[in-house]
Structures are given as structure tokens and as C-alpha cells.
């Protein structure tokens, strides 16, 4: 089922619209406006920024005419070029963190791309009683577009408005396919091990050059909305809606940069962590040579122990699958120089010994030293190289026989 009809639950609509209520004048504070829908009144705040704009390290207009062909392939069900002009930029802020039925997403944040510009459309629920409003307008939009790019929307955000959708017995329209790319696993791929987190703030300030001053943790947005509903103090909600307005234009500079990293050369590379993440790529596509060159350039920019490792590892495996095993068998041994307990780099290279170069007291010394530290680690594959050893020393019974 496509993400479409996941949101597009077709159930009965309302006939009428629920109420009106006394509402805070939000318009002083916020910029915004109510706007009518066939289900009532919302709130609706419109930003424009223009293509000169600057965040972080790259204007709007660098963003809007790069070609984004490399993300689909890397992006789960979103396998078709990605085209700004047609897509749309989606996070939420809501009730609470861990979803579920009882959660509202009280403000919803929509950018998008026009020939001259970057448009923020931000859907605010004055009241619960504007929810239906809010889904509603939402709607409109997604009809509009045939892409959605969100940071961790796979697992949080879409999920709710999915649910919410459900719940509020809203039939929707369109039919269209929406593709959707979640930056967050993409962004995973090639800084989790560089950064402590890959959070959108972490992102901002270790990857995209932005900085942010005074925004509100994500964590205490639920409790100042509730606090907004109780006093209709509309300065309540300035902080929020800056915070989700940031994340959008964040989410657009940072899919930019995710792209520009995937049409890196090895020779152009000047990260080690993203060389070593361009390499698994190249090895998923099965250009292993590729992912060598690309392994080559990690190794020669790391400087953490751990990482030259890794790399060390990653190299062996290749050369190996290329059939290299002399070229392999050198990195293993450099790994276990470094780890003498890396069991897996030892079976490795007893493999290589007793199989492809017949070099069994190689083979039995490399066995026993991983058994003793097997057993030091007590490891559930200790029977595993009991019997290796035990195979090995046989053969050197055997030879010695025949000799």
C-alpha cells in the first residue's frame, strides 16, 4: 500500500462543521491567519524565503537546481528521481513524543519550492475541535505534490497523521502516489559513527553549518501547547512554530548536502566516515573495485584506531571476494598485530594457511593462539576451533607419515 492510501483512510465526512469557540487573536504574534474549510476554521501561517536566502553553508537556490537522481536509489520505496518542484517538506509537532491514539499533531509544517522561493505553510489547531480543519488543508497540499521528504517520518510522523486520519473519519481525496524520503536512516549511513547523534539539531550544527539561538527543546513543545490551551496566551506558541520552521528549511539544506556526498569521488572525498559509507554503497551496486578506491581513501584520511580497523577488515573481505587472498591475507595479519583477540580476521587467515597456500603449521599457530583467546572470552564457537585445530593437527600427522 502506498503512502498515499495509508494517509487516505475513505471514511463518511462530516456534514457540518463542529462549532466555533472563543479563539486567541494569534495574528499580532504568529503572522498568520484563520482560513475556512468545509470543516470549520484553522490557523494558518505562511513564510516565504527567497532562493538567495543562506542556511547553513548553501543558499536556497543551490539546493532547488541540484539534481537529487542518487537519493532514490538509496531511500526505501522511493526508487524515482526526486523533483523539488513537486515535493513536499513535512514535520510535525505534537501532543507527545511517543505517539499513539491519544497523540494530536497540533501543528503541522509544510515547505516546498517555487520558482522564486522556499514556502512554509504551517497548519496550526488552535483547539481539538480544529482537527479536522487541519487534516483537511493538509490534504490539499499532499494532493499537490507526488514526493514527501520528512526526518524520521517513517516511524513518527506519518504514522500519526496515518492514525489520525483514521480516528477523525475524514474521507479524503486523490489518488496519487506520494514517494516518501525519511533523512534520517540516509543520514544514518554516513555520519552514526561520526557523530554521538544524528539528531536534526546534531546534523545542523556538526554537518550543515546552521546555528541555532534560544529554540525550544523538542521535549517541553507538548507541555507549552497544553499551556497554551489553558491560557489562549498565543506568545506560547512563537517559539514553536520557529522551531518547526527551522526544522523544515533544515530538512531542505540537509537533503542537499545527503545527495551532494552521494556523487563523491574516492579522490574527491575528504571524510573518512563518509568514504567508508560511499564504499558499502559502491559494495551493495557490486563495484567492488569501486568500493576499494573508496576504502583507500578512508584508510588514508582515518586517524581513529577503531576506524583503521574497520577499514582494514572491510579491505580484507573485498580482496577476498576479487579472489586476492594474498592481498587480504596482509590486511588480516595487520588486524590481529593490532587486536590479537579478533577472532574473525583469525579464522581468516587459518583458513588461508591451511586451505589456499597448504601452510598447516601457520595454520595450527594462528588456531591455537584464537582458541586460547576463544576460550579466555569464552566463546560459544570454542567447538568450532577445538575442531578446527583438531583437522589441522591430523593433516601435519598425515604428512609427516608420508614423508
Not at 18 to 29: E, I
Not at 339 to 362: F, G, P, T
Request: glycine share 6%; charged share 25%.
Amino acid at each position: 500500500m502506498d503512502l498515499t492510501s495509508k494517509l487516505r483512510q475513505l471514511l463518511p465526512q462530516r456534514s457540518s462543521p463542529p462549532p466555533v469557540q472563543h479563539r486567541a487573536d494569534l495574528d499580532p504574534l504568529l503572522g498568520g491567519g484563520e482560513v475556512d474549510t468545509p470543516y470549520g476554521p484553522c490557523y494558518l501561517v505562511t513564510k516565504e524565503l527567497p532562493l538567495s536566502h543562506r542556511h547553513g553553508r548553501w543558499f536556497l537556490e543551490t539546493v532547488f537546481k541540484a539534481s537529487y537522481e542518487n537519493l532514490g536509489r538509496l531511500s526505501s520505496g522511493a526508487q524515482q528521481p526526486l523533483h523539488l518542484d513537486r515535493t513536499l517538506f513535512l514535520d510535525t509537532e505534537t501532543t507527545g513524543l511517543a505517539g499513539g491514539t491519544g497523540t494530536y499533531a497540533f501543528l503541522v509544517g509544510l515547505g516546498f519550492f517555487t520558482p522564486t522561493g522556499f514556502v512554509v505553510k504551517q497548519l496550526l489547531m488552535r483547539d481539538y475541535n480544529e482537527e479536522l480543519a487541519l487534516l483537511y488543508l493538509l490534504d490539499q497540499e499532499l494532493q499537490q505534490k507526488e514526493a514527501v521528504v520528512s526526518f524520521n517520518g517513517k516511524t513518527f510522523d506519518l504514522p500519526l497523521l496515518q492514525t489520525r486520519f483514521a480516528l477523525a473519519r475524514l474521507g479524503l481525496q486523490g489518488a496519487s502516489s506520494l514517494a516518501h524520503y525519511d533523512l534520517l536512516p540516509l543520514s544514518r549511513r554516513f555520519w552514526r559513527r561520526k557523530l554521538d547523534s544524528c539528531s536534526l539539531g546534531s546534523l545542523e550544527e556538526n554537518i550543515l553549518g546552521v546555528q541555532r539561538s534560544g529554540d525550544i527543546p523538542g521535549y517541553e513543545i507538548p507541555q507549552r501547547y497544553f499551556d497554551f490551551l489553558r491560557t489562549k496566551d498565543g506568545r506560547l506558541l512563537q517559539d514553536i512554530l520557529e522551531h518547526n520552521f527551522i526544522d523544515i528549511v533544515s530538512m531542505a539544506s540537509l537533503l542537499y548536502r545527503l545527495q551532494a556526498v552521494t556523487e563523491l569521488s574516492p579522490e574527491e572525498c575528504d571524510c573518512p566516515f563518509e568514504a567508508e559509507a560511499l564504499s558499502r554503497l559502491a559494495h551493495d551496486t557490486d563495484q567492488y573495485q569501486l568500493a576499494l578506491d573508496y576504502l583507500s581513501t578512508a584508510a588514508a584520511l582515518a586517524q581513529e584506531r577503531e576506524l583503521q580497523i574497520r577499514i582494514l577488515k572491510q579491505s580484507a573481505a573485498l580482496f577476498k571476494r576479487l579472489g586476492e587472498y594474498e592481498r587480504a591475507a596482509v590486511l588480516w595479519r595487520k588486524v590481529l598485530a593490532w587486536v590479537e583477540d579478533d577472532l574473525h580476521s583469525a579464522e581468516e587467515l587459518a583458513k588461508y594457511y591451511e586451505h589456499r597456500i597448504k601452510d598447516l603449521e601457520s595454520a595450527e599457530r594462528i588456531t591455537k593462539r584464537a582458541l586460547a583467546h576463544a576460550w579466555l572470552a569464552k566463546s560459544p564457537r570454542i567447538p568450532d576451533w577445538e575442531h578446527r585445530l583438531a583437522r589441522i593437527e591430523g593433516k601435519i600427522r598425515r604428512q609427516a607419515v608420508d614423508v
